[in-house]
């Protein structure tokens, strides 16, 4: 299982503009459908993964926890389903039904957006403020499969805990990890 660490953009980044079909009400999900919400948590995962299907029912479980107390989530996925057809907008749309999804799982055919965010890995995690300015980007909690250590989701929580009480989100944070994005052929941007 190949490993990749997130890129870790700098905090106080502003988030990219995103217009994305939603692959479970089929309506187009755009940033500003947020401009209301205290914060935002935009997550990078896809279906195959087995970063993201170790952690998947706690990350549900962490957005029916902070989305009542104004936390806006969305959920993209940018791979290629060419290669990848687990990845794509039909099993999407299966998986988030089936597992409860209570937030958009967006679809990012042209990998546009994943390039625009800097997302590397799955899960990628990225929590702006109400200004949209990035406050945390790094990993879920220490569980990986195979290590051991409990899905808790205690690094984000604990971001998130911060930003919805007003108080400040610690700088020192943890590159999530995971598997890689997978760019279409040419698509790979240089930084990946």
Same mark, same amino acid.
């Given at each position: ?10 905090? %106080? ?8 079909? !939603? ?9 500003? +459908? ?5 914060? &935002? &948590? ?13 952690? /998947?029912?706690?990350?549900? *479980?962490?957005?029916? +926890?902070?989305?009542?107390? %104004? ?8 791979? +290629? ?19 409860? $999804?209570?937030?958009?799982? /967006?679809? !990012?055919?042209?990998?546009?957006? *994943? ?8 899960? !990628? $995690? $990225?929590? $702006? +403020? ?15 499969? %195979? ?15 911060? /930003? ?25 941007? !240089?930084?990946?």
């Amino acid at each position: 299982m190949a490993r990749r660490q997130s890129r870790m953009l700098p905090l %106080g980044s502003v988030a990219p503009h995103f217009a994305l079909p !939603d692959t479970v009400s089929g309506r187009t999900v755009a940033l500003e +459908d947020f401009a209301s919400s205290p914060a &935002l &948590l935009v997550a990078f995962i896809c279906n195959h993964c087995p970063f993201v299907k170790h952690m /998947l029912d706690g990350f549900v *479980a962490f957005a029916r +926890d902070f989305t009542p107390r %104004g936390l806006a989530i969305v959920a993209i996925s940018s791979n +290629d389903v060419a290669g990848y057809p687990a990845d794509a907008p039909a099993e999407m749309k299966r998986v988030a039904t089936l597992t409860g $999804f209570s937030f958009p799982y /967006l679809y !990012d055919e042209s990998q546009e957006v *994943a390039s625009a965010y800097q997302a590397v890995c799955t899960p !990628d $995690f $990225f929590l $702006f +403020d109400r200004e949209r300015r990035l406050v945390y980007r790094g990993q879920f909690d220490g569980s990986r499969p %195979g290590n051991g250590i409990a899905v808790t989701g205690s690094d984000l929580r604990a971001a998130v805990e911060a /930003l919805l009480r007003g108080g400040a989100v610690p700088p020192e944070q943890t590159p999530s990890v995971g598997c890689s994005i997978k760019w279409k052929a040419g698509r790979e941007p !240089d930084w990946a």
